[in-house]
């Protein structure tokens, strides 16, 4: 059971989807996996607002599917939809919107590598 206020259990719902089609992405069901990338993203839209980071994760995994699917317009138009929800957000935070992306893609340097 998820505790907390209402945007804090959507939040929360809208992950747990996101988890889920993740998953069925990736075993190839991309029908179910677009459904749940839908389910999350209406429902963070709706609890959290269209320019909130977890509308923006939604959009952003919603977008690879688009892409892994052949469906590169309407992938780019979601990835584009997602910059601006980073962009619209991360002036709050006083980060630039690559300061914003939830994860790292470089690898801290090992100590002692020549």
Same mark, same amino acid.
């Given at each position: %059971?998820?505790?907390?206020?209402? !945007?804090?259990?959507?939040?929360? =719902?809208?992950?747990?989807?996101?988890?889920? =089609?993740?998953? @069925?992405?990736?075993? #190839?069901?991309?029908?179910?996996?677009?459904?749940?990338?839908?389910?999350?993203?209406?429902?963070?839209?709706?609890?959290? #607002?269209?320019? *909130?980071?977890?509308?923006?994760?939604?959009?952003?995994?919603?977008?690879?599917?688009?892409?892994?699917? *052949?469906?590169?317009?309407?992938?780019? =138009? %979601?990835?584009?939809?997602?910059?601006?929800?980073?962009? =619209? @957000?991360? !002036?709050?935070? #006083?980060?630039?919107?690559?300061?914003?992306? !939830?994860?790292?893609?470089?690898?801290?340097?090992?100590?002692?590598?020549?």
């Amino acid at each position: %059971m998820i505790t907390g206020t209402a !945007p804090e259990k959507a939040s929360a =719902a809208a992950r747990s989807f996101v988890i889920w =089609a993740n998953e @069925f992405s990736r075993k #190839g069901r991309h029908a179910v996996a677009e459904t749940l990338y839908q389910r999350a993203l209406m429902l963070a839209e709706k609890t959290l #607002g269209r320019f *909130h980071p977890v509308t923006a994760e939604v959009l952003e995994c919603y977008a690879d599917l688009l892409a892994k699917t *052949h469906r590169q317009d309407e992938s780019a =138009a %979601m990835k584009r939809r997602a910059k601006a929800v980073w962009e =619209a @957000f991360t !002036p709050r935070l #006083g980060r630039s919107y690559k300061d914003a992306e !939830p994860f790292s893609l470089r690898r801290p340097e090992q100590e002692g590598a020549d």
